[in-house]
Nanobody, 119 residues
Framework: QLKLVESGGGLVQPGGSLRLSCAAS????????VGWYRQAPGKEREGVSC????????NYADSAKGRFTISRDNAKNTVYLQMNTLKPEDTAIYYC????????????WGQGTQVTVSS
């Protein structure tokens, strides 16, 4: 079965950090670019960051620049999103998605992991 599974979400205080993981099973994640998206209550899903299949190219939404870092370990079939200096407005369900190239149509979505930033 082909799937992506996110983990690492949770409740954190403002200013805190979390690292999300996106693990692939049933296919080789190294063949895909991987993006992180998020959806807050009452809002549309938005792109947060994306990394090329080799890891040589990354991009970030303005809201993530300087605070979030995307990386990947193709040997572990996993992509990460390190999130620092978290703010309440970062509260959302975070999804990872595999695509042939950043910005293209998504081939696989994960089920999402909840991130809540609150004191």
């Amino acid at each position: 079965q082909l799937k992506l599974v996110e983990s690492g979400g949770g409740l954190v205080q403002p200013g805190g950090s979390l690292r999300l993981s996106c693990a692939a099973s049933g296919f080789k994640l190294a063949d895909y670019a991987v993006g992180w998206y998020r959806q807050a209550p009452g809002k549309e899903r938005e792109g947060v960051s994306c990394i090329s299949h080799t890891g040589g190219s990354t991009n970030y939404a303005d809201s993530a620049k300087g605070r979030f870092t995307i990386s990947r370990d193709n040997a572990k079939n996993t992509v990460y999103l390190q999130m620092n200096t978290l703010k309440p407005e970062d509260t959302a369900i975070y999804y990872c998605a595999a695509t042939i190239v950043c910005g293209a149509a998504i081939d696989y979505w994960g089920q999402g992991t909840q991130v809540t930033v609150s004191s």
